[in-house]
């Protein structure tokens, strides 16, 4: 099914996005566009410094930018307990995403 964004196809369900071919779990609805575009950013960079510390080969680089993949990724939604299970309610998945812009502004610049 087309994304209604523009971006790519999503299941019927709208819990994943496919790519290539591969379904990916989606970014959870619910977090504020705001929100979602500053954890996609801090995503973004993180693989970035993932890229550059294989480039490198720098072990303790290529951890801490892959902790701070995962963090974004768990802030979306994209990993951790499913936003779409009854195990995640709505509280939980917002303080989800708080807490993850708050670790990133913790840990900003490492």
């Known amino acids: 099914m087309p994304s209604e964004r523009g971006g790519p196809d999503r299941t019927d369900d709208g819990r994943?996005?496919?790519v290539r071919?591969?379904?990916?779990?989606a970014t959870d609805p619910d977090i504020p566009?705001?929100?979602?575009?500053?954890l996609r950013s801090h995503l973004m960079a993180a693989r970035r410094a993932v890229r550059e510390?294989?480039?490198t080969a720098d072990g303790d680089a290529l951890r801490r930018a892959r902790e701070r993949v995962r963090q974004a990724k768990v802030a979306l939604g994209e990993r951790g307990d499913p936003w779409w299970e009854q195990s995640a309610p709505a509280?939980?998945?917002?303080?989800?995403?708080?807490?993850?812009?708050?670790?990133?502004d913790r840990?900003?610049?490492?």
């Open 21 to 25: 071919g591969r379904r990916w779990r």
């Open 16 to 18: 994943y996005v496919i």
């Open 53 to 55: 510390a294989k480039r």
């Open 107 to 110: 840990h900003d610049g490492s």
């Open 33 to 38: 566009e705001e929100a979602a575009a500053a």
């Open 91 to 104: 509280p939980a998945r917002a303080r989800r995403w708080r807490e993850g812009l708050a670790w990133f």
